[in-house]
Nanobody
Framework: QVQLVESGGGLVQAGGSLRLSCAVY????????LGWYRRAPGKQRELVAT???????NYADSVKGRFTISRDNAKNMVYLQMNSLKPEDTAVYYC??????WGQGTQVTVSS
C-alpha cells in the first residue's frame, strides 16, 4: 500500500514558477516510476512527467524545457519544478506511483 500526498499548488501569473512536492508513504519497492499527471477542466488526464528508479526522465512535449521532475529517494519525495508557466498549464496535478497509486491532486492556476 502506497499513499501519496501532494503540495505546492496555487495561483501564479503567466511566466511565473511553482514547485510541486509529493510525499510517498509506504513501500515503494517494485514501483517502476514516480510521476506527475494533470487534468485540465473539460479534458482527460494527461502525462506531465515521469522519473524511473534509476533517474531516467520523460516529459510531455508541452512541458519540455519548462518543467523538471526530480526525486529524493532518501526522503521518499518527488518534485515537479514548473517554470515559464502558461495559462494552458492550469489543471489539477496528480502524483502517481507506477500509475497504480494516486494522490488527491493539487490545483495549479496560471493567470494571463
Amino acid at each position: 500500500q502506497v499513499q501519496l500526498v501532494e503540495s505546492g499548488g496555487g495561483l501564479v501569473q503567466a511566466g511565473g514558477s511553482l514547485r510541486l512536492s509529493c510525499a510517498v508513504y509506504g513501500s515503494s519497492l517494485g514501483i517502476a516510476f514516480l510521476g506527475w499527471y494533470r487534468r485540465a477542466p473539460g479534458k482527460q488526464r494527461e502525462l506531465v512527467a515521469t522519473i524511473l528508479t534509476g533517474g531516467r526522465t520523460n516529459y510531455a512535449d508541452s512541458v519540455k524545457g519548462r518543467f523538471t521532475i526530480s526525486r529524493d529517494n532518501a526522503k521518499n519525495m518527488v518534485y515537479l519544478q514548473m517554470n515559464s508557466l502558461k495559462p494552458e498549464d492550469t489543471a489539477v496535478y496528480y502524483c502517481t506511483a507506477g500509475g497504480i497509486w494516486w494522490g488527491q491532486g493539487t490545483q495549479v492556476t496560471v493567470s494571463s
